[in-house]
Each structure stands twice: as structure tokens, then as C-alpha cells.
């Protein structure tokens, strides 16, 4: 495939530059917006005048900036309608920025939704070849790496099948195995991998990373933050269509681990109970330690007397917790404060949040389970798993090691 | 009672290093001075549109245009019994009716030639331009959720429909040369001039088709009003009937307004009549074709960079 195969051109005041190199991405100053919402346009009802009227515009995209260099991976998170899908389209180029260039060196390779590309009335075998035509890689080539798509995507005796008798697992691991096993000089995920089992995606992650040894470019865009660590060094994270921070993995999404809970923490407190978290100490009053038996104090008012379970976690950022812990509490009508100790608190060197929820005795959520305060844990850091991994081992345990005959 | 709510800790000792500053995450007011609400006047985007870049577009796609192709036509006739005899049903059935109920309402000047080839050699470039454009025309509001995702040429999607189309009427051309055979009949020398009715033909029904094509992704009433178009076109076009009953004064005016006219009365002429085309019918038409193709493939191209925001 030819190098400048995709590429856009220069505009405006930018002036003519060099082409992007294969699997070089430059976004400068890209703006999108989309038509405002509409009521249904009818001439029936409205007459002409309705189809006059000037709809607004919202602004998807605002001034954003992103050059990613041949063979580097990057991490896109956001909030929902942070603008991460509309940069992608950019990306692909199925739209036009309103404002500034995006180029985009090489062939690029999109797996946006579990179908991209796949037809339902053709069979899988046709479908590759397909696919393979819309990356712009001859026909020959496919052929060559057809073996390889097959046993990747675990397809089998199912290649001469039509997509639509297809379970999604299948339809996303084929269209996934073709994506990479052609390897274009670019590879867009967005989300794709959420569907295929814990192997399969295990599987996926380390076939994108051959595919950054190999010179691909990434751009990987998913809410699980773990896959996004793991296969990442550097994270884009966008916010109301503005690239927010632009930095290595671990800072940013640090920032927006804290950002999310922060948000989550100042939504107003309705319910009838509150909770205030007193603080979090080590033996003899010191800051919490790994290995060491920590003590987690709060404090938790209601106007009524309650009885429930008081539900305790620590986790390294989502909701789900690396420890919980459990209590039956009777609450009378007024403030009651709560300590409890973790023996040999299992967590690595680091921060941490202490989530909280309450039930009460028939199951009701009075108090739903939210980010209640950080927590900083000294201690020893945590081993680092294989490259690849997309889960972070969370648990520290000291251990002996015996090496040798 | 104390309604103080959640607090945040702060650590009693500071020996924690590695604990930044937390960034808030909707700071409205610090985007705005960050980034201005509107773009600086002139940087605009124009997407490049140059003939050079469309025919070299065009050119690179031709591994996808057939893979398209294959694709349409293979979903197409999957899981059909009959599968491509589909192509040739459908013009020989309207033939059928043709000799079977207009021929007895009306009289039609076949200068001696058969009807039912006469009728055929109408059918067959209007079965063409039919199925190319009931399906063309709707094609990217068909695939948008492909155009949603894949980067290629756009103009790949109206061309793979009128490849599928001009595969359609080769086979019915082979249906075309049984019936020469079943009225003992030959086509004259003037089969010459075929290529160049066929290159009149398709370059019609392409810039038609990407005139309809772009204009259904914007206004989707177009879509609705295919079907009534080409039932009132077939009625309009010397399909059933011949040229000769257009007046003589607007003949020319009417064949450049439906190049179809032209097209059909060259193919008759030259296969049927043994004479050339009629060049005060066929000139008019083949111009008319041309302008709608160039004009429609512009027009196409300027169009096409919004597919994927109102698709």
C-alpha cells in the first residue's frame, strides 16, 4: 500500500507541510461541530417557513491538538460525549473536520463497532477479503495472511458460514484477527474488545502489542482503564471536546481516576444517611502501610434508627473494590462512629480509594456504593505483571523466593 | 446533630510523595480561557477537490470496487433458488407482456423487424438503468453504517451498484443474442456503433446515479420518490413504443432531456435497422450524458465530505 494512500492535505494559514509518514497522526486545531437538534422538519405542519429556521450548532470538538508518531500507542478516555468517537471518525476520515487538518499517514485500520465492515449475507471467508479491500491491502496479501486471520480469530470450520449466523463474539473476533493480522500502519479500537471472553481479549492485547513493536500506530479507546494501562504509555484524555491532559498513562490516568471519583463524591449527598470518613491510620497513629494492620474510621448519621449492612472497600479506582468488608450495624436515631481494623492491609505503595455503601435489612440501597475519600498507603510497590497483562496484579504479598538446584 | 457530610482526609505526614494535584474535571470556565468557542477565521476546512485526486482516488479503489461488487451481487442472489436467472427473469417477463398487451393496443413501426426484439432492445438499457438507479440512489443511506466507519472513496458504493447492474445486462444480452438466433436474424454491420451507445448509457446512468445518490443522503424524500420516478419513466421513454412517436420538432430536445431516448434508438437502429445511429436523437443524448456525468460526479465529490455527519 502506498504511503500517503489516506493522507488529507494542508489548509488554511498552516501552510504546505511535508506528508505524514506511514502511521504518523496529526491533528491541528480540529474543530467539529454538529447541526443542533431539530424538531421534525415537515412542511405539512411548519409550511416553508419551518424549513427555513436557522438550527444552532454544538461544538463536538474545540481546538484540538494530537501528533502521534509512527508506532506509538495512545490511550483516549473521557467521559461519555467527551468527543473521543467524533475524533475517531476524524481519524478514519469518514468526516471532515469543520476546522484545522487531520492527516493521517498510511492505510489505517478502524475496529469502532463489532461489525465494522462485515456483511451480514457473506460469508466470513468473503468478508476477510472484503475487509481487507477497505484497508486498500491486495488481494494477494490477504490470501497470505488468511491462515493466520482464521486460526487467530478462532473461526474454523465457521469461515464458509454467513456473518449474520454469527454469534457477536465471533463476528468481533473476526474482525478483529483481520485488523491486526493485516497490520495497517494505524489501528483504531474503540471498545471492541468488551465483547470477546477474558482470554480472547487477553489474547487481543498481546497481538496489539506485537502490532506497536511492529511499527503500528494505536489509538485505544476504552472505559476500562486497565486495558488502557496496559497497553498504553501515553493517554489523551478528552473533556467536553477539549483534549483535557496529554501526558504518560500513569499521570493521566491517575488525574482522571481521582477526577472521576471527585465527581462521583461531589454529586449531592441525598438519602437518609450520611457518611463522613474520619480518616485512615496505621499502628501508633502513623500513615497506612502495607503489610501492616490498618484502622478506617467514619462516621454515620440518620434521623431514624436503622439496621442494615455497612459495606466497606478499598479499591485502586473503579467501582470494583480489592477489598470489601462486611458489617450487620444497628444505627440508633443520631450519629454513630465506625472503626474498623484490616489485619495486614494486602495493597502496594500507592493511592487508593475507600468506597462505602449501605442496605438496610431488606435489601434497600440507603446509601449506594460511592467514592468516599482517598487513601495514601506507603509500603513496598507492587510488582509489574508481563507487558500486556490487562489487569494490574492489586494485591501485594510478601513473598520468599528459592532460586537454583 | 451534625450534618457535616464527606470530608477528604489530609494525610498527617507529608513523606507521601507522588500525589499531584487533582485536576477538576468540569472546569467550564478554565476551558473557555484555555480555548476559544469558535475557530480563528481561515482555518476553515476545504476538502481538497481537484480532478486529478478523484481520478487518482478513483484508480486506487479499484481492489475495493471489486470486492464491493462481488459482495453486492453475491448477498444479493444468496439464498435465492433461482439465483442470477433473476437477471434475466425480469426483462423477459416485461418483454412478455410487451408482445402480449401493448402490441395489441397499439401499432408500433418495427419497420418489418419483430416486436418482441424490438421491445427486448428497448428493455434491455432501461432494466440497466433501472436497477442501477433504484439501488444507487439509496446506497448511502443503505451502507451509512459502513460510511460511519470505513475510509474509502465514496463514489466506490454508486459505482459497485452499476457494476452489478452492467453484469445483470450482460447476461440478458446473452438472452439477447438467443432471441437473433430464435428470429433468424442478424445484426447488421452498424453493430459498430454499440461500444459507443454503451459507453452513452453507462456514463447517463452513472452521473444520474450520483446525482440521486448524494442528494437521498440530505434529503431523504428523494429516496421516496425513486420508485414513482422510474414507473413515470418507463412510460416516458420509446421502450414500448418507438422514437417515431415523439413529435419530429422536439425530438432533439427531448432526447438531450432523456439521454434513454437517444440510447435506444441508436441500439435499434444499429442492430435492428442496419443503419447508423440517428444522430439528430443519439448526438443530443450522448452530450446530455456527458454533462450529467461530469456534473454529477462534481457534484458528488463536493457533497460527499458530510455523509457521515447527517448519515
Known amino acids: ?405 | 446533630m451534625p450534618t457535616s457530610t464527606i470530608t477528604i482526609p489530609v494525610p498527617s505526614a507529608d513523606d507521601e510523595p507522588g500525589s499531584p494535584a487533582i485536576p477538576s474535571p468540569s472546569s467550564g470556565a478554565a476551558d473557555d480561557v484555555r480555548s476559544p468557542t469558535e475557530p480563528p477565521s481561515g482555518a476553515r476546512y476545504r476538502r481538497p477537490l481537484t480532478p486529478w485526486r478523484a481520478v487518482r482516488d478513483v484508480a486506487r479503489s479499484g481492489e475495493l470496487l471489486r470486492a464491493l461488487t462481488t459482495r453486492e451481487y453475491r448477498a444479493r442472489y444468496t439464498q435465492t433458488v433461482l439465483g442470477m436467472t433473476w437477471a434475466v427473469i425480469t426483462p423477459v417477463l416485461l418483454m412478455v407482456a410487451f408482445v402480449v398487451f401493448v402490441q395489441r393496443a397499439i401499432t408500433v413501426d418495427t419497420q418489418g423487424q419483430p416486436y418482441a426484439l424490438f421491445a427486448y432492445l428497448g428493455l434491455l438499457p432501461w432494466a440497466f438503468f433501472s436497477t442501477s438507479l433504484s439501488r444507487g440512489g439509496t446506497i448511502l443511506v443503505l451502507e451509512s453504517s459502513l460510511l460511519n466507519k470505513v475510509r474509502c472513496p465514496r463514489e466506490v458504493f454508486p459505482l459497485s451498484t452499476v457494476a452489478v447492474a452492467a453484469i445483470d445486462f450482460a447476461v440478458s444480452c446473452g438472452v439477447l443474442a438467443l432471441l437473433f438466433l430464435g428470429f433468424r436474424t442478424l445484426p447488421s454491420a452498424q453493430i459498430v456503433w454499440v461500444p459507443v451507445i454503451l459507453l452513452v448509457q453507462i456514463a447517463f446512468t452513472l452521473g444520474l446515479v450520483f446525482v440521486t445518490a448524494i442528494l437521498v443522503v440530505y434529503v431523504r424524500d428523494v429516496g421516496q420518490a425513486i420508485p414513482l420516478l422510474l414507473q413515470f419513466g418507463l412510460f416516458a421513454t420509446p421502450v414500448a413504443y418507438g422514437i417515431d412517436a415523439i413529435p419530429d420538432g422536439i425530438r432533439s430536445l427531448y432526447a438531450a432531456i432523456n439521454p434513454l431516448v437517444g440510447v435506444i434508438s441508436a441500439y435499434r437502429s444499429c442492430l435492428l435497422f442496419g443503419e447508423p445511429p440517428p444522430w439528430n436523437v443519439f448526438g443530443p443524448s450522448a452530450a446530455s450524458a456527458v454533462v450529467w456525468l461530469v456534473g454529477g460526479y462534481v457534484l458528488f465529490k463536493r457533497f460527499e465530505g458530510g455523509i457521515a455527519d447527517v448519515a
Open chain 1, 1 to 405: 500500500m502506498s504511503p500517503d494512500r489516506s493522507s488529507g492535505s494542508t489548509t488554511g494559514s498552516s501552510g504546505a507541510t511535508a506528508p505524514p509518514r506511514p502511521g504518523e497522526l496529526l491533528v491541528d486545531g480540529a474543530w467539529k461541530r454538529f447541526r443542533g437538534d431539530r424538531r421534525a422538519r415537515s412542511l405539512m405542519r411548519e409550511g416553508p417557513a419551518g424549513l427555513r429556521r436557522k438550527r444552532g450548532y454544538r461544538w463536538a470538538l474545540r481546538d484540538i491538538q494530537i501528533h502521534v508518531a509512527p508506532g506509538e500507542a495512545v490511550g483516549l478516555v473521557g467521559s461519555n460525549g467527551s468527543g473521543k468517537s467524533t475524533l475517531l471518525k476524524l481519524l478514519t476520515q469518514v468526516m471532515d473536520p469543520y476546522a484545522g487538518t487531520v492527516r493521517v499517514g498510511g492505510s489505517v485500520g478502524a475496529l469502532i463497532e463489532i461489525q465494522a465492515g462485515l456483511h451480514p449475507e457473506l460469508t466470513g471467508r468473503d468478508n476477510v477479503f472484503l475487509y481487507g479491500a477497505f484497508l486498500g491491502i491486495p488481494r494477494v496479501e490477504v490470501a497470505r495472511h488468511f491462515d493466520e486471520i482464521v486460526a487467530f480469530a478462532e473461526i474454523d470450520a465457521a469461515i464458509d458460514r454467513q456473518v449474520k449466523f454469527y454469534s457477536s463474539g465471533m463476528k468481533m473476533r473476526l474482525s478483529f484477527a483481520v485488523a491486526a493480522t493485516l497490520e495497517p500502519d494505524v489501528l483504531l479500537v474503540d471498545e471492541v474488545l468488551a465483547v470477546g471472553d477474558a482470554s480472547f481479549q487477553q489474547r487481543c492485547l498481546d497481538r496489539l502489542r506485537r502490532s506497536i513493536d511492529d511499527g503500528t500506530s494505536l489509538v485505544f479507546v476504552s472505559h476500562d482503564l486497565a486495558a488502557v494501562q496496559s497497553i498504553t504509555e501515553r493517554t489523551v484524555w478528552l473533556d467536553q471536546g477539549t483534549v483535557h491532559t496529554d501526558g504518560t498513562t500513569a499521570d493521566v490516568l491517575g488525574a482522571y481516576r481521582r477526577a472521576v471519583e471527585e465527581r462521583a463524591r461531589s454529586g449531592e449527598q441525598v438519602g437518609p444517611l450520611r457518611v463522613r470518613f474520619d480518616g485512615a491510620r496505621g499502628p501508633d497513629a502513623t500513615l497506612p502501610t502495607g503489610g501492616r494492620p490498618v484502622e478506617l474510621s467514619l462516621t454515620i448519621s440518620t434521623d431514624v434508627a436503622r439496621r442494615g449492612a455497612l459495606i466497606l472497600g478499598v479499591s485502586d479506582g473503579p467501582p470494583s473494590p480489592i477489598v470489601v468488608v462486611r458489617r450487620e450495624v444497628d444505627l440508633p436515631a443520631e450519629s454513630t462512629t465506625a472503626t474498623v481494623t484490616l489485619h495486614d492491609l494486602p495493597l502496594g505503595r500507592g493511592r487508593y480509594a475507600v468506597w462505602v455503601a449501605f442496605h438496610d435489612t431488606t435489601g434497600d440501597e440507603l446509601l449506594a456504593w460511592r467514592p468516599l475519600a482517598d487513601i495514601d498507603v506507603g509500603g513496598s510497590d507492587l510488582d509489574a505483571p508481563p507487558p500486556g497483562v490487562s489487569r494490574q496484579a492489586p494485591v501485594h504479598v510478601a513473598a520468599d523466593w528459592r532460586i537454583g538446584s
